[in-house]
């Protein structure tokens, strides 16, 4: 499986951005996937997750603000990221098929994206 993350960019406090992970190689409604993050100085930490049916779970601190979906036919999951706040700056990764959502012991990556949210 490769994984392919773009959209990340540079937004101000209260903004929008979406990112995206396409995903090649395996069938794509067989996995589960997902995104971490890890802004500067700090430990790589979970954000969501998407279950091929379509079930859905985040961490607290992008819950209300953050949604996780997915289109099969692209094979491809997208982060749509409200309201946006300076610490939601950070490199987003997608990854799929983990072990361990809670450790990111995973076995696929994707590239970093870079968001940045300016106060």
């Known amino acids: 499986v490769q994984l392919q993350a773009s959209g990340g960019g540079l937004v101000q406090a209260g903004g929008s951005l979406r990112v995206s992970c396409a995903a090649s190689?395996?069938?794509?409604?067989?996995?589960?996937m997902g995104w971490f993050r890890q802004a500067p100085g700090k430990e790589r930490e979970f954000v969501a997750r998407r279950w091929s049916g379509g079930l859905t779970y985040y961490a607290d601190s992008v819950k209300g603000r953050f949604t996780i979906f997915g289109d099969n036919a692209e094979k491809t999951i997208y982060l749509q990221m409200n309201s946006l706040k300076p610490e939601d700056t950070a490199v987003y990764y997608c990854?799929?098929?983990?072990?361990?959502?809670?450790?990111?012991?995973?076995?696929?990556w994707g590239q970093g994206t870079l968001v940045t949210v300016s106060s």
């Open positions: 190689g395996r069938t794509f409604s067989s996995l589960v």
């Open positions: 990854a799929a098929s983990c072990v361990d959502w809670s450790t990111g012991m995973c076995n696929y």
